[in-house]
């Protein structure tokens, strides 16, 4: 035996060993009916993107306020050139006499299209609302587009394409336009 092990041996001569704690037998929890029929009714649902727009608490708007959103990080001359109908509407989707809950479906799969296509610039008209003296329609929209990630900034429209009864709407750019813009403006350079 080493001296270090005499040692060590000397200096632990009093010491009790650690007690291990007793271990407790847990018992599952009984699972109710309903509570298990979701569960397997939530594994079993079809994969797909599911609608996240809220259709409670919606301020409503007066039908010729002009609406207008814009991300932290958009720049302020493409917001400017949105507001001012500088970029073409790639794509069009018209709510009129929709109800809220057809519309909010409408406009999430409207969203969600365009980002798959790689637009950019969209225009939905959701009219004023006159008739009532309330804009629900698009009191709904203004309320569920800042919801959307993907929409970095809308507007009202000028009045040949709408005015306060339609939005220009600015999608982000997809990954894959972003890669196309890179090697736009690479090509021709040496590495």
């Not at 225009?123 to 609302?129: A, D, F, N, Y």
Request: aromatic share 6%.
């Amino acid at each position: 035996m080493s001296d270090d092990d005499k040692l060590f041996a000397e200096e632990m001569a009093g010491g009790k060993p650690l007690q291990k704690p007793a271990r407790v037998a847990l018992k599952k929890a009984a699972v109710d009916a309903p509570s298990f029929a979701a569960r397997r009714e939530a594994a079993q649902a079809k994969p797909g993107v599911k609608n996240f727009l809220a259709d409670n608490d919606v301020p409503l708007l007066d039908p010729y306020y002009m609406v207008d959103f814009r991300r932290e990080g958009v720049q302020h001359g493409v917001y400017r050139k949105l507001k001012q109908a500088r970029y073409e509407a790639e794509a069009r989707l018209d709510l009129h006499k929709m109800s809220v809950a057809r519309a909010r479906q409408q406009v999430f799969e409207f969203i969600r299209d365009a980002m798959s296509m790689d637009l950019r610039s969209l225009i939905i008209v959701h009219g004023r609302g006159n008739h009532s003296g309330v804009a629900l329609l698009k009191s709904h929209v203004a309320h569920w587009l800042p919801q959307i990630d993907d929409v970095q900034a809308f507007c009202s429209a000028q009045p040949q394409h709408g005015g306060a009864g339609a939005v220009y709407v600015l999608l982000r750019k997809s990954e894959r336009k972003k890669q196309e813009n890179r090697d736009r403006l690479t090509r021709g350079r040496s590495v």
